[in-house]
Each structure stands twice: as C-alpha cells, then as structure tokens.
C-alpha cells in the first residue's frame, strides 16, 4: 500500500453493543469484521471494556481466529487489559481513557500528568511487538508526552469537531478542525503516526483526510448506524469513497 493511501478502520463495537441488548449472539460482530474486511476496511478496531458493556472477551479471541487485516485493539491503561493484550499481541493497541459513566469515550488520555506509569505500561506492549497508539486531544503538551513515553501512534480525538459541526457551531468547528490541521503537522515533525478518529460522519471525513499527515481513520458509531438503512458493505464503500476523493 502507497504512503499515500489513506487506512480506514473500522469499529465494529456497536454490532456487539446491539447483540447485548438482547443477551444472544445475533448480530455477529465476527461477522461484521469480516463484511468490513471485504468492503475494503483495511483493520477492524474492538474496544474491550472494563464493564464489557459491548465488545467481549470471547470476540476478542474471534477476531484474532478470523481476521486477515490488524486488529486495532482499543484499551485502557490497566492490569487487566495489559495481560489480554500480552497474550494475544494484536497488531495494534490503542490507549484511551476509559470512566464507567460516560456513554462514549469523552475526551483524549492525560498522558503528560501520567507519563512515567504510561510509559512502564507501554513499555511491555512494545516489546511483543505491538504497535502502540495513544488517544488524545489536538493538543501540543499530550501530542510532546506521548512521544516521549515511547508511543509510535497517536490518534486525534475528532469529537469536539464533530460535535461542533452537528450542533451548528460553525466558527467553533472551524477552529477545532485548524487545531486538528496544526497538531497532525506537527505530531508527523515528531515521527509519530497520525490517526484520527471519533465521531466522524460522512459530512465530517473529508476535511480530515485531507491532511496529508494522517494515515489513519477510525470510524464506527456511524458506519454501524447507517448500515441499518444502507446495509454495511454499501456503508463503508461511501465512506471509503469520500476518503479518497479527499485525499486526491
């Protein structure tokens, strides 16, 4: 794949988080991943969280089983979450904070406030051979403690933007996507790969993947939404669709 090429990731939690609603095992998340796959996703992302409230331990071992592209695999920084990790050593782990209450992942991860127990976490991860990306806002003082802890990832939390945008707030999102613009610069003049992801919609990518930087999208929440009216594989194609034409 040329450097040129922008990878799109897809989140499959939410298939898993619709299959809990009712306890059973329909729909498949395995089988999303693998419909993604053929669509042209180019790695499936799965949080595994403390409260397993979508994505379980057992679609984990799946996806490992099934998959021909990298798992991304999306985790807070604990113990236990560490030992899963270690033992199946995914192509990727993504840090990202993680609070029971919240619905969704709200913010970017306070790495500069953690930087020596984040970077003894890490540290491991590295070792087996995973790539390790860290989640956090357009913010220059993260984006500096994220390189020094050793992380060769980070992915841009798009939210405030997104959000922004959906809500009307144009200026507001018009600076949130400037600072998006300035830190992927110059997050890239570190070394680090840049990723971005959280919240983007059809109307929201193509800015994004405009930034020659970013070599990664992350997307989910939606794609899985509008799969229930366009079927996933077409869902996906759009979304790829739009990327492209962006980035030429």
Known sequence: MSDTHLRLGVNIDHVATVRN??????????????????????????????????????????????????????????????????????????????????????????????????AHFIAPLRDVGCRVSIFIAADQRQIEAAHR??????ELHTGAYCDAHAEGRSDEAMRELEALREMSAFAHSLGLEVHAGHGLTYDTVQPVAAFPEVRELNIGHFLIGEAIFLGLTPAIAEMRRLMDEARA
Do not use: W
């Open 21 to 118: 609603a009712r306890g059973g095992a329909y729909p498949d998340p395995l089988r999303a991943a693998k419909l993604a796959e053929e669509a042209g996703a180019d790695g499936i992302t799965a949080h595994l969280r403390e409260d397993r409230r979508h994505i379980s331990d057992a679609d984990i071992d799946g996806l490992m089983e099934v998959l021909s592209v990298p798992l991304n695999f999306e985790m807070a920084a604990t113990d236990e979450m560490q030992k899963i990790a270690l033992r199946h050593k995914p192509h990727a782990v993504c840090i990202v904070p993680e609070k029971r209450e919240e619905r969704t992942t709200e913010g970017g991860l306070e790495v500069a406030r953690e930087e020596n127990r984040l």
């Open 149 to 154: 802890i050793g992380a060769e990832v980070i």
